[in-house]
């Protein structure tokens, strides 16, 4: 068995596919329960769904468990085991793949840590991270695409909010950046049209699904073995001081410390342990449109708007991609369900926890405005056509074709503030202590998913009193 190989109990199939409801059935259980661990169990409900604890001494058992097999904890329990080879590490995800959350949603884009605070973590580490990561995929081969980036101003409020943005792109150490004019632009983007744009010739972007797939390949090279299909559902006292991690398909794993890097699920994650429910989770779907590939030609690298300082999204951009289409958007919008990525998708619970919550209430009253003409947006797309033609004049409306999707984990407090940067926590009680939570792992995740990893594994070690 590989280590990208899920575990499972070796059960008899004819038990696990028994159907018939009367008493035969858990009778078959007990007497199976009994050759294992050399107990009985009555014949009972509750009894068959208690998660029988007395299999936790059976069950596999690690040093460390990472939750969450994004891009990044997938690098995150990349790092540990290659800097704790004697610790037996494993990672669990809910999924059936690795990716298939926000990582496989994202546009690709490799970001260089133009727009953050300096001094702030995601300055930082976005710098760091851009340069780890376009080592690591020259190292491993992985194909990427430097085509860089403009971010252009159409007015002269435009110019100076981008002065600005310069200067704080230089103050985080931004390569090779610098401000060109219109003529200038033209000789970079023939087709876009500014008055004045920053450029950042190393911008670049890649499929970050494959990135995280060779991160996964470097984990269990290490020795590291991946869990999918393995959704946690609860954390328990186990014996010997490890910590029960319970599935909901009834499988446990036990393990003496938990990271938990979960993304969308990172507040539900951090809350089993016994952490506080804030900074609570709120689901923003972005749509994008995709250009016409007869028009893919008009735009040479990415393309982004102004952004506007009140609101943490990035605005409508260009964005060419790996496959050579080109994704236009995305715009931002609630979310009916924690996996929202159309307007069908809904769950009836996470719609009323999000309604319910103060601080989504107060934002949406406080930006009524801004999320209206979003939701306008969405579903009319001349209107988002002509926020589009501010930089490509040319375009029409049968240029842009309906696209994917994806939707980002904004993490926020009761006051409808938005956490800027990354949160972290542990939980309560003896098995609270054992655990860390990053609970907000903000844009742009991916780009610094390495320099992130780093950090991650540097506080587990403070956290846990480790020694190298």
Not at 78 to 101: F, W
Not at 204 to 221: C, L
Request: hydrophobic letters at 40%.
């Amino acid at each position: 068995m590989t280590g990208l190989e899920r575990w499972s109990p070796s059960v008899p199939k004819a038990l696990l596919e028994r159907t018939v409801v009367g008493v035969a059935p858990w009778r078959i259980l007990s007497s199976y329960v009994k050759l294992l661990v050399g107990v009985s169990l009555k014949a009972q409900d509750h009894v068959i769904t208690a998660h029988l604890p007395s299999l936790q001494r059976h069950a596999p058992s690690y040093d460390l468990l990472v939750v969450g097999g994004g891009i990044v904890g997938m690098a995150t329990a990349r790092e540990l085991a290659l800097r704790y080879p004697e610790m037996s590490i494993a990672l669990v995800e809910k999924e059936p793949r690795l990716a298939m959350g926000q990582t496989g949603h994202n546009s690709g884009v490799i970001h260089m840590g133009l727009y953050y605070t300096p001094g702030s973590l995601k300055a930082r580490l976005c710098v760091r991270g851009a340069d780890l990561i376009y080592q690591y995929m020259d190292k491993r081969g992985i194909p990427y695409n430097k085509c860089g980036k403009v971010i252009v101003a159409t007015d002269d409020d435009e110019v100076n909010r981008l002065r600005a943005l310069y200067t704080r792109a230089l103050v985080n150490g931004c390569k090779d950046i610098r401000l060109v004019n219109a003529e200038e632009l033209k000789s970079i983007e023939p087709h876009c049209v500014g008055k004045m744009a920053i450029h950042s010739p190393h911008t670049g972007i890649v499929d970050w699904s494959r990135v995280t797939r060779a991160y996964a390949e470097d984990f269990t090279k290490a020795g590291g073995r991946i869990h999918t299909s393995y959704e946690v559902c609860g954390f328990d006292k186990a014996e010997e001081d490890n910590i029960a991690v319970q599935a909901k398909n009834g499988e446990t794993l036990r393990a003496k410390w938990i990271i938990s890097c979960c993304g969308l699920y990172s507040d539900r994650v951090a809350m089993m342990s016994g952490s506080p429910a804030e900074p609570k989770v709120v689901p923003i779907r972005g749509e994008y449109l995709v250009l016409d590939s007869s028009k893919c030609h008009l735009v040479k690298g990415n393309i982004y708007p102004v952004p506007n300082p009140q609101f943490p999204f990035l605005g409508v951009h260009f964005t060419p991609r790996m496959d050579g289409s080109v994704w236009v958007g995305p715009n931002a919008v609630l979310a009916f369900s924690r996996e929202g990525y159309s307007y069908t998708d809904i769950s009836w619970t996470d719609l009323k926890e999000m309604l319910c919550f103060s601080g989504l209430r107060k934002l949406m009253v406080k930006h009524w405005q801004f999320g209206a003409g979003e939701m306008w947006r969405s579903l009319n797309r001349r209107a988002q056509l002509k926020r589009v033609k501010k930089f490509i004049p040319g375009l029409t409306l049968s240029d842009l074709q309906p696209g994917p999707s994806g939707v980002r984990a904004m993490a926020m407090d009761s006051t409808g503030s938005m956490m800027g940067d990354f949160v972290f926590d542990q939980g309560q009680g003896e098995v609270g202590q054992r655990m860390l939570h990053v609970r907000n792992a903000p844009s742009p995740g991916a780009t610094s998913s390495l320099a992130i990893a780093e950090m991650v594994a540097d506080k587990a070690a403070n956290t846990f009193k480790w020694t190298t």
